[in-house]
Nanobody, 121 residues
Framework: QVQLVESGGGLVQPGGSLRLSCAASGSIFSIYTMGWYRQGPGKQRELVAIITSSNYRIYADSVKGRFTISRDNAKNTVYLQMNSLKPEDTADYFC???????????????WGQGTQVTVSS
């Protein structure tokens, strides 16, 4: 009914950049918060950044000043621009959207399948 599809992951050297994209599709009435989470090897999933429908942004301390989250409401897409990447940024990155499906009363959380980011020389 609703799909979130991430793209843009890959292998990059320390100090490099990547841009992740996540497009939501399906019977969407409204999207509220969109965000990125990551799960490194042997670690729990953690918040990276979120952006509300009014473009209020929250970042994890570990990525402040290096990562930028943005969204294109016309395309139901959220982006994560990652600069000055470090080996510790290596993780699977997951997109999450809080949205309301057409015909439903309440909003729900939807997750993408994840995209791998590896930072290594």
């Amino acid at each position: 009914q609703v799909q979130l599809v991430e793209s843009g992951g890959g292998l990059v050297q320390p100090g490099g950049s990547l841009r992740l994209s996540c497009a939501a599709s399906g019977s969407i009435f409204s999207i509220y918060t969109m965000g990125w989470y990551r799960q490194g090897p042997g670690k729990q999933r953690e918040l990276v950044a979120i952006i509300t429908s009014s473009n209020y942004r929250i970042y994890a301390d570990s990525v402040k000043g290096r990562f930028t989250i943005s969204r294109d409401n016309a395309k139901n897409t959220v982006y994560l621009q990652m600069n000055s990447l470090k080996p510790e940024d290596t993780a699977d990155y997951f997109c999450k959207a809080v949205l309301k499906v057409s015909g439903m009363m309440a909003s729900s959380d939807y997750w993408g399948q994840g995209t791998q980011v590896t930072v290594s020389s």
